[in-house]
């Protein structure tokens, strides 16, 4: 029986729903089962930490089939020991990708007068805000194989190989009771010839727990230096029949990435949406990525470039410090002096995530990886005349993220002659949010490419889609005929914080 090959990279993290869960997925790496079984995985988690010549890569895996002894192989450019290897608790990947994810949230119009109360006291606060801010800113064998390396960490019987050519790699595998997809060896090749190693974890199932015919494994972290920033998916394709969803998160100090030998794009943010949308957010963001990769044929579309400790809004909390230190903080090159660093803006991670949806044909090289400059969008206050600016612009800082709103007008009294639309926040009489949906597990959602025009309040420039109304910046009196939806009476996740202006508007 073939071994059916799935995606590892999704680096870092998975958009799939569990439908269609036995479906060839991108990897950087590919599954070997022992003795020949058939094989599957139906999610992968990766996260990339960088800096300096220092990456991290840690990387989650479900697996789905026999309970027989299986095998993860990834090239690795240099030979790893016990020291390099670790596992981790599952949880701090379905953070990583929940905090990263496109999200949707609800905002109701703000009372007119209270609004124009407000922005009188904000103009005669500008000058002692604008003092505070500067002053926070300041405190800121046989078959030619070698094992290079042999030891277990975890349910994880790990050995580090080197090879002298791609016949005797392969030869080597199936010797030792792997049955090797089709096609493997050609692809081996450049790895060897690129002097690369490679890391197999086989795992023992004895030490395992299943769940449903799933294989409940540990995440795996491994680390080495080299002066290549890059993630090798090919090895990953061999069997790849259909499009595949890769996604990649990179945490790095100070600094955004995106790719160096792919084109770059950025999705389309800050799209108000009809009431309706709310239940079919996930099949509207598909129909706006497709949509956008139709665009931009074979780029590399990035979705979230935030500082990692802060968010706003948040779908989860923010990372915390334990969150980095087990991504890879504990293995990066140590501050000079790691107490002024806390406070240097220059050591604070920054969290991209990049998407790419490709087949064979499209994946014709490894990911390279360059540092980009910061970008900003999404925001509430990325405003351009009467609506929100929908596309990413170069800043000082990054502030990037693919967020969409649902709003609902005000439709109470106005009791002042100069009332001031436009100001959005929580629902009216202090009721608590419903929250801020993010947009997980969307590679098999249903693709239906007329949801962007279906679903879209606000005009989308760059598809050429005419709104249903237009809300977007300024509210408008007549157009508030539809009574606001009542408040939830409970939060179903985080609140959403209300929009207010950040320090950094009252000074720059």
């Avoid at 090879?163 to 005797?168: F, M, N, P």
């Avoid at 998160?249 to 084109?263: S, T």
Wanted: charged share 25%; net charge neutral; hydrophobic share 40%.
């Amino acid at each position: 029986m073939t071994m059916t090959l799935r995606r590892l990279v999704k680096a870092a993290l998975v958009v799939g729903l569990s439908l269609g869960a036995w479906e060839a997925r991108a990897f950087c790496g590919f599954y070997v089962a022992g003795g020949g079984a058939e094989l599957f995985n139906n999610a992968t988690q990766v996260a990339l930490m960088r800096d300096g010549t220092r990456t991290v890569l840690s990387m989650q895996n479900n697996y789905q089939g026999p309970p027989e002894d299986f095998a993860l192989v990834i090239p690795v450019p240099v030979v790893l020991q016990k020291e390099n290897v670790k596992t981790l608790p599952r949880d701090v990947f379905d953070r990583l990708d929940k905090l990263a994810a496109p999200r949707l949230v609800e905002y109701w119009e703000q009372d007119p007068c209270a609004a124009r109360e407000r922005e009188r006291r904000s103009r005669e606060d500008a000058v002692e805000r604008k003092s505070m801010a500067k002053g926070a800113m300041a405190a800121p064998g046989s078959f030619g194989v070698t094992i290079e390396a042999q030891f277990v960490v975890g349910e994880y019987e790990i050995v580090i190989l080197s090879a002298k050519d791609a016949l005797g790699l392969d030869a080597w595998l199936k010797a030792n009771r792997y049955k090797i997809p089709d096609g493997a060896e050609p692809l081996f090749r450049p790895y060897i010839q690129q002097g690369m190693k490679f890391f197999v974890a086989k795992v023992d199932v004895k030490k395992v727990t299943f769940k449903d015919g799933m294989a409940m494994l540990s995440p795996l972290r491994f680390h080495y230096d080299t002066e290549k920033f890059e993630l090798p998916i090919r090895l990953g394709l061999i069997n790849a029949k259909d499009k595949q969803d890769l996604i990649i998160h990179v945490l790095a100090r100070n600094q955004r990435y995106e790719v160096a030998n792919y084109p770059n794009a950025t999705i389309p943010t800050n799209i108000d949406l009809v009431p309706s949308a709310k239940g079919e957010f996930p099949y509207f963001y598909v129909s706006l990525f497709d949509q956008t990769l139709k665009k931009n044929p074979r780029a590399v579309i990035t979705e979230y470039a935030w500082q990692a400790t802060s968010c706003d809004p948040c779908p989860t909390a923010p990372l915390q410090e334990a969150d980095m230190t087990l991504l890879g903080k504990d293995v990066l090159p140590r501050p000079k002096d790691a107490n002024k660093a806390q406070w240097d803006p220059s050591y604070q991670f920054v969290l991209t995530r990049l998407h790419a949806r490709y087949d064979k044909e499209g994946a014709s090289e490894d990911l390279v990886f360059r540092a980009a400059k910061p970008i900003e969008g999404g925001r509430e206050h990325d405003r351009e005349g009467e609506g929100l600016r929908q596309t990413a612009v170069e800043t000082s800082f990054n502030n990037f993220q693919a967020r969409y709103a649902i709003r609902y007008p005000w439709t109470g009294e106005v009791k002042c002659s100069d009332p001031l639309w436009g100001q959005w926040g929580g629902p009216p009489g202090g009721a608590e949010p419903g929250g801020t949906q993010a947009a997980q597990n969307t590679a098999f959602a249903k693709r239906d490419p007329t949801l962007v025009a279906k679903l879209a309040e606000a005009d989308v420039p760059a598809f050429d889609v005419k709104g249903k109304k237009r809300l977007s910046g300024v509210a408008l009196r007549d157009e508030a005929k539809t009574e606001a939806p009542k408040a939830p009476e409970a939060p179903a996740t985080a609140p959403v914080p209300t929009p207010s202006k950040r320090w950094w508007e009252f000074w720059k």
